[in-house]
C-alpha cells in the first residue's frame, strides 16, 4: 500500500503525475467534483494547524468526500493514554484515508506500520512536511514553468524548519537544481540532509550569510520563519534576525520572474509592502497546496491495490543489529511509545528510521 511519510515515498514518475493531475484540476475543477463520493478522510491533527488541516478538508470535501477527525486530541481518547498506534488502527476502521500531524518526529512513519489504510505525512514534529513539498512543486512549477535547473535559496530556519528538509529531498531529484542555504549558524541545515551522499551527487550546496550576496541569481526564494523561541541567547537572535527579513529594497536586484515562496504562517520575515510585489507568491502557494492535496488523495486511494505503486524499499539493519542502537533523538516516536525500533545505515551513519536521527550504540 502507499503512504506518504517521506517525499521519496513517491518516484519522481509518481511526483510528476500528482503534480500533473493537480494541474488538471486547476484546469477542469468540475470534471473532479464527485472523484471521491462515499470516500471518507480522517485528519488526526495532534498539533495545531490551520492552513494543513483546512486545505485537506477543503480538498476532500471539493472531491465530493467527508471528512471526521479531530485537532485538538485533548478531545479524543488520546487523552485517556491511548497510542497514537492504537488510534490510527481504529480510525482505519472508519475512514479510507488518514492525515496524520503530530509534535513527535516519525508518528507517522509508526502509523504506517500499523494501518490498514494509506497514511499522509502532515508534518511530524521539525523532521519532514510531504505535502507541502507537493504544494512548493505545483507552485514553482506554475510560477517559473519548470522544476529542473533552478536556483533557490532557502532563508530563515533551516534547522527547524521540516519544510525545508523535505523540499531539498524532493528537488534533488530533478536535474541541475543548486540550493543556496542562507541562515544563521544556530539554524543551519541538519547534518543528515546537508552531508547526505545521495543528496550531494544530484543536488548543489552552498552556504552564504546574507540574502542579498545572492539576490540576483535566484529563481525562487523561499522565506521561513526564524523562530525565537528556538535561540538560546536573546541577543545572538536579535543580531541575527534582520539579515533573515525581506523587504522591497532587498528585492529590488532580484530576478523579474523570480518567484517567493513561504509555507506560511509568516511572523515578520516577509515585510507587508512585499505583499504587492508581483513575485510574492505565498497566498497563491496557498491554493496550489489545496489542489495539489485532491490529486493526491485520489492517487493514493487509485494506487491503494496496485502493485505498481508500492513503498520504496528501505535497508533496515535486522532485529539483532537494531538491538544494540537507540535512537539519540528524545521527541522521537520511538523514544515516547512502545514501537518497534528501526535503524538503518545512511551515509556511513546509523540513523532512526522513524526520525533520521544518529543512533547511539548501548
Ligand atoms: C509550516 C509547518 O507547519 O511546518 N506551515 C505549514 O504547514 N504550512 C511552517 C511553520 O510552521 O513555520
Redesign the pocket.
Known sequence: MKHLIDPTDLTLEETNNIVALAEEIIAHPEYYTARMKGKKLATLFYEP?T??RLSFTTAMLELGGTVLGFDNPQNSSVSKGETMQDTVRVMGCFADIIAIRHHIEGAPFAAAEVSRVPIINA?DGSHS?PT?TLTDLLTIKREIGRLDNLTIGFCG?LRF???VHSLIKALARYNGNKVILIAPDDLKLPDYIRHDEALQQTIEFREVSTMEEVMPELDVLYM??V?KERFLDEEEFDRVKDSFVLNLEKLAPAKKTMAILH???RVNEILPEVDDDPRAAYFRQVEC?KFVRMALLSRLLDWKNDEAHGMPEKKILSRDESASYVCSNRNCICNKEPVKKYFRVLDGTVRCSYCDSKAKQI
Open positions: 494547524s492552513r494543513t508534518g512536511h507541502q530556519d524548519g521540516r519544510t521561513t520563519r523562530q509555507p506560511l504562517p497546496g
